[in-house]
């Protein structure tokens, strides 16, 4: 059984950093995909950020490039989405989703979800 256990939320002052992390288990097989979406109140969710497990390759939406970098730990299993200079704009509620084979950025593609984790930016 597939899970995703997010951690790492929490409220910083604009222009501050804060790292989540989102540990997987249950997946076989290296073969899957792991991304970050957001959900701002009385939003849509967005599209963070993907990482393609088995090659570490990474894709980001145009509101976090070059602010926002995904990564993950030597084995594979736990995904870090370091965020800095956040903004305002950026208090949502992040989940990590995975799904098997290749990454997408639409959130009906991922079958699994963790519970999400609560960011506020705000001073």
């Known amino acids: 059984q597939v899970q995703l256990v997010e951690s790492g939320g929490g409220s910083v002052q604009p222009g501050g950093s804060l790292r989540l992390s989102c540990a997987a288990s249950?997946?076989?097989?290296?073969?899957?995909?792991m991304a970050w979406f957001r959900q701002g109140s009385g939003k849509e969710r967005e599209f963070i950020a993907n990482?393609?497990?088995?090659?570490?390759?990474?894709y980001y939406g145009d509101s976090v490039k070059g602010r926002f970098t995904i990564s993950q730990d030597n084995f594979k299993s736990t995904k870090y989405l370091q965020m800095n200079s956040l903004k305002p704009e950026d208090t949502a509620m992040y989940y990590c989703?995975?799904?098997?084979?290749?990454?997408?950025?639409?959130?009906?593609?991922?079958?699994?979800w963790g519970q999400g984790t609560q960011v506020t930016v705000s001073s």
């Open positions: 989703a995975a799904r098997w084979g290749g990454c997408t950025t639409y959130e009906g593609d991922f079958r699994d």
């Open positions: 249950g997946y076989t097989t290296s073969y899957y995909c």
């Open positions: 990482v393609y497990n088995h090659r570490g390759t990474t």
